[in-house]
């Protein structure tokens, strides 16, 4: 199996550098892509003065989404790893991603991260819904047969939050298994940061109801999902705001928030559940531009 591993980045230059380090020592035979942009912090020069890394594609769109396939197209390995560029790779990594890909078409693991109250671990999630069995992945630890990704048409570059998740439900609408391998280990030493504010409440349900509806239609289960996340925020926020933690000007803010991000999204739904009909449920995919890239070092 040829391995390649895209590393998207976004003004991270010396958390990218140490990733970069660990993975050089961990899977030296790796074919390295990694995805910047557009970032102000000198990470263009870092990598470009080291000789680990095969491809450095520069890109103008912030959005992780478009980085990652960005990554996706420059990869030649017959299978793809994703990996966030604070993470660093475990000594079993590499093992850990063959074992996983030999027994199914995605392979995803647990990540390590400080957080501000501790150390927390990913643990494996599944849902059930509309009778498929949701597999949930981590998009900043999982890897792909080449051929799955084809057939995904890799990541919905409409979402700004949200793509893996979404990805996981079309992989489960194809029929594909995703496996869990406990030694496929990533880690950060770190604070986790970067993505989509957990408070940018507008997105969240944007993309929430976005990707519910263009992968199950409008079902009542649909409704149900959506409203019984909303309702959860809407009592946790009251009670930061008996308690004192928040005002109730911010609580009217955050209801108006989910309710546009939910309108929005539901109607966008539509739109690409109309426009894409096939099981791989992505209008917005790998294949539909070719104008990502600004620039591109090949040293292959």
Same mark, same amino acid.
């Given at each position: 199996?040829?391995?390649?591993?895209?590393?998207?980045?976004?003004?991270?230059r010396?958390?990218?550098a140490?990733?970069l380090?660990?993975?050089?020592?961990?899977?030296?035979?790796?074919?390295?892509?990694?995805v910047?942009?557009?970032?102000?912090?000198?990470?263009?020069?870092?990598?470009?003065d080291?000789?680990?890394?095969?491809?450095?594609?520069?890109?103008s769109?912030?959005?992780?989404?478009v980085?990652?396939?960005?990554g996706?197209?420059?990869?030649?390995?017959?299978?793809?790893?994703?990996?966030?560029?604070?993470?660093?790779?475990?000594?079993? /990594?590499?093992?850990?991603?063959?074992?996983?890909?030999?027994?199914?078409?995605?392979?995803?693991?647990p990540?390590?991260?400080?957080?501000?109250?501790?150390?927390?671990?990913?643990?494996?999630?599944?849902?059930?819904?509309?009778?498929?069995d949701?597999?949930?992945?981590n998009?900043?630890?999982?890897?792909?047969?080449?051929?799955?990704?084809?057939?995904?048409?890799?990541?919905?570059?409409?979402?700004?939050?949200?793509?893996?998740?979404?990805?996981?439900?079309?992989?489960?609408?194809?029929?594909?298994?995703?496996? /869990?391998?406990?030694?496929?280990?990533?880690?950060?030493?770190?604070?986790?940061?970067?993505?989509?504010?957990?408070?940018?409440l507008?997105?969240?349900?944007r993309?929430?109801?976005?990707?519910?509806?263009?992968?199950?239609?409008?079902?009542?289960?649909?409704?149900r999902?959506?409203?019984?996340?909303?309702?959860?925020d809407?009592?946790?926020?009251?009670?930061?705001?008996?308690?004192?933690?928040?005002?109730?000007?911010? /609580?009217?803010?955050d209801?108006?928030?989910?309710?546009?991000?939910?309108?929005?999204?539901?109607?966008?739904?539509?739109?690409?559940?109309?426009?894409?009909?096939?099981?791989s449920?992505n209008p917005?995919?790998?294949s539909k531009?070719?104008?990502?890239a600004?620039?591109k070092?090949?040293?292959?």
């Amino acid at each position: 199996m040829e391995l390649s591993v895209v590393v998207p980045t976004l003004n991270g230059r010396d958390r990218l550098a140490a990733t970069l380090d660990v993975l050089a020592a961990n899977a030296p035979s790796a074919e390295i892509v990694v995805v910047n942009g557009p970032s102000a912090d000198g990470t263009t020069g870092m990598v470009r003065d080291r000789d680990d890394v095969d491809v450095l594609v520069e890109v103008s769109d912030r959005t992780l989404n478009v980085s990652r396939n960005a990554g996706l197209r420059a990869a030649s390995g017959d299978a793809v790893a994703l990996l966030r560029h604070d993470l660093a790779v475990e000594e079993t /990594w590499v093992d850990a991603v063959t074992a996983g890909l030999a027994r199914a078409p995605v392979v995803t693991g647990p990540v390590h991260e400080t957080l501000p109250a501790g150390m927390t671990t990913t643990e494996p999630e599944t849902q059930q819904l509309r009778g498929r069995d949701v597999t949930y992945f981590n998009g900043g630890n999982v890897a792909f047969r080449t051929a799955v990704l084809d057939e995904l048409d890799g990541f919905d570059e409409y979402l700004e939050t949200g793509g893996a998740r979404d990805a996981a439900h079309r992989l489960a609408g194809l029929g594909h298994e995703v496996a /869990w391998e406990s030694e496929m280990c990533v880690r950060t030493e770190y604070e986790a940061d970067g993505g989509v504010d957990d408070r940018d409440l507008g997105w969240k349900y944007r993309a929430l109801a976005y990707r519910l509806v263009k992968n199950y239609g409008v079902r009542p289960t649909i409704v149900r999902r959506i409203a019984g996340h909303a309702g959860s925020d809407a009592l946790s926020a009251a009670r930061d705001v008996l308690a004192g933690e928040g005002t109730p000007t911010a /609580w009217v803010g955050d209801g108006r928030n989910v309710i546009v991000g939910v309108a929005t999204g539901w109607s966008d739904g539509l739109v690409a559940r109309a426009r894409d009909r096939s099981p791989s449920r992505n209008p917005h995919g790998c294949s539909k531009r070719a104008d990502r890239a600004v620039a591109k070092y090949d040293r292959r």
